[in-house]
C-alpha cells in the first residue's frame, strides 16, 4: 500500500468475521494484527471498522476468453473484475482461440497477464489438441510452461482411454485434470434442466444423468491412475454422491460448484431469457439444497465462478441460438455468502476454506495464495463490507461483457477492497486511497 514509510494500518477489521482487529501492513507483508489501537502510531491509519477481512479469494474456473474473443473480455478485463470481485488468483480455462495447447500458447498467456493482469493468472492447458477430443495435447511441457491445471471445459473429454493418459501425465507433473462431465450422447442438444423446465420451455432436456454418468466413470479411473481429477461445476445431487462415494474411497478426486448452482434454481429459466442459459444448467431446489450441503461438509471442496464472459449480441438471441455462460466473479462472495448465510452472517472460516485457502491448495498455489491473515504472511487480502446492502446493475460491471443474472438483486455484503502483496488491486469505496495522502 502506499502509506507513510510504506506502513497502513487498517483499524477495526474483523479477521474472519472474528472480534475487532488492527492490521498491520508493511511493504508486501502483515507486519502485525493487535487489539485495536496497540499497534504502531507512526502508520497511516485506514478506518476500517466493521469490515471483514477475508485472505483473498482463489478462482479455479475462469474464462478470460483472450486470445480470441477479445470483445467479451480481455486479461486486462477479467482481471480487473477479479480484483473487484475479492480474488488475488484465477486459473484461465483453455478454450480461447487459439486454445491453450501447447506450451508456447501457455507462455503466451503468462506473458500477456505480466503486462495487462490486474491479478495473478495461471494458465489452463487443454487436454486434447483444439480441445477436439481426439489427440493429448503435450502436457508435460505445458506443465513445465506454466500451466498448473489441464482441462478440455466447455467440452468434455469423452475419450475416457484419453482422459486416463491425462491423468497419468497429471500424476507424472504434480498437476490436475479437471472435467467438464457432459456426456455428448446423453445431452446432445440440451439446454434446461430436465423435468418442470424442459416441460415449460418447451426447450431440450440436459438430464441429471448426463453429468452423473461422465463423474461415475471418472472418478473410478482417477482412482485407478492415481491421476488427480476434478469435477467442473458440480450441479446435481447424483453428482454429489458420487463424489462423496469416490472421496471414501480415498481416490484422489476435488470438485467445484459455482455460486449461480448454490443460489438459482432452474425456476429462473422458465421466462426463457438466454441470460439465465448456463452450463450446465440452472437446477432444482433439491440440487442446490445438496450442493449447500456438501459444500459445508467437504464433499464439494470448493467454489468456482466458471466466470463465463459474452457479449450483449450474443446473448440478445433466441434461447437455443445464445451461449452457454454467467458473469461470475464480481458477484461471486455476496453471492456464496448468502447461499450459505440464508439471509444472516455466513460462518466466515467456511467461506475462506472454500474460496480462497482450499482453492489454492488443488492447484498448487497454497505458498502464495489462501494464507493465513497473521504477522509476516503476504498482504494478501479482501476486505467486504457487511452491511452494504447492494445492488447489482450490470452498467456498473467492470467485466467487459455484462450477462450477470444477478441484475437487480440486492446482496446484503459487497467487497469493497482487495490487496495483494501490499499492493492495492481494487479500491471500490475508495477507503484505501483515501488515507494515502
Ligand atoms: N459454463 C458455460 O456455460 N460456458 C463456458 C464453458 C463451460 O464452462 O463449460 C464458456 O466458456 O462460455
Ligand atoms: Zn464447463
Ligand atoms: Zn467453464
Redesign the pocket.
Known amino acids: 500500500m502506499n502509506g507513510r514509510a510504506g506502513t497502513t494500518i487498517l483499524r477495526g477489521v474483523r479477521p474472519l468475521g472474528g472480534a475487532p482487529r488492527d492490521v498491520t501492513v508493511r511493504g508486501s507483508r502483515i507486519a502485525a494484527v493487535t487489539a485495536p489501537r496497540a499497534g504502531a502510531s507512526d502508520a497511516t491509519a485506514v478506518d476500517c471498522a466493521g469490515l471483514i477481512m477475508l485472505p483473498a479469494l482463489v478462482d479455479l474456473?475462469t474464462?478470460l476468453r483472450e486470445p480470441g474473443d477479445t470483445p467479451s473480455e480481455t486479461i486486462a478485463s477479467g482481471t480487473r473484475a477479479a480484483a473487484h470481485g475479492g480474488y488475488s488468483d484465477v486459473l484461465a480455462?483453455a478454450n480461447c482461440v487459439p486454445v491453450t495447447d501447447s506450451p508456447e500458447r501457455v507462455r503466451h498467456i503468462v506473458e500477456r497477464a505480466a503486462r495487462t493482469a490486474s491479478c495473478r493468472v495461471h494458465p489452463v492447458g487443454a487436454v486434447t489438441g483444439g480441445l477436439a477430443g481426439r489427440d493429448l495435447a503435450p502436457l508435460d511441457a505445458m506443465a513445465a510452461a506454466g500451466a498448473v491445471m489441464f482441462s478440455d471445459?466447455?467440452v468434455c473429454v469423452d475419450d475416457p482411454a484419453l482422459l486416463v493418459r491425462a491423468l497419468e501425465a497429471a500424476r507424472r507433473t504434480g498437476t490436475l485434470v479437471a472435467q467438464?462431465a457432459q456426456c455428448p450422447r446423453l445431452v446432445e442438444r440440451g439446454q434446461v434442466n430436465s423435468g418442470a423446465a424442459a416441460r415449460a420451455t418447451g426447450l431440450p432436456p440436459w438430464p441429471a444423468t448426463g453429468e452423473e454418468t461422465i463423474v461415475a466413470r471418472d472418478v473410478v479411473l482417477a482412482g485407478a491412475t492415481g491421476g488427480r481429477l476434478h469435477i467442473?461445476?458440480v450441479s446435481t445431487a447424483g453428482t454429489v454422491e458420487i463424489v462423496r462415494w469416490a472421496k471414501s474411497r480415498g481416490w484422489p478426486v476435488t470438485a467445484e460448484v459455482t455460486p449461480h448452482h448454490l443460489l438459482l434454481t432452474d425456476l429462473m429459466t422458465r421466462d426463457a431469457d438466454p441470460l439465465h442459459k448456463v452450463n450446465p444448467p440452472l437446477r432444482g431446489a433439491q440440487d442446490v439444497a445438496a450442493l449447500r450441503a456438501a459444500l459445508r461438509d467437504g464433499t464439494i471442496d470448493a467454489v468456482a465462478t466458471?466466470h463465463?464472459p459474452h457479449t450483449a449480441s450474443s446473448k440478445d438471441n433466441h434461447w437455443c441460438e445464445a451461449p452457454f455462460g454467467m458473469l461470475g466473479l464480481e458477484t461471486a462472495l455476496p453471492v456464496v455468502a448468502e447461499a450459505l448465510g440464508a439471509g444472516g452472517e455466513p460462518d466466515w472460516d467456511l467461506v475462506a476454506t472454500v474460496m480462497s485457502t482450499r482453492p489454492a491448495r488443488i492447484a498448487g498455489l497454497a505458498d502464495v495464495a489462501g494464507r493465513p491473515l497473521r504477522a509476516g504472511e503476504p498482504a494478501t487480502f479482501t476486505l467486504v463490507d457487511p452491511r452494504a446492502d447492494w445492488r447489482v446493475d450490470r452498467a456498473e460491471s467492470v467485466s467487459a461483457s455484462d450477462n450477470t443474472p444477478f441484475h437487480g438483486m440486492t446482496f446484503r455484503h459487497r467487497v469493497v477492497a482487495t490487496v495483494v502483496e501490499g499492493r492495492v488491486t481494487a479500491d471500490i469505496d475508495h477507503r484505501l486511497a483515501s488515507a494515502t495522502g
Request: overall charge negative; some cysteine.
Open positions: 474456473h474464462h480455462m471445459d466447455g467438464h467442473c461445476h466458471d463465463a
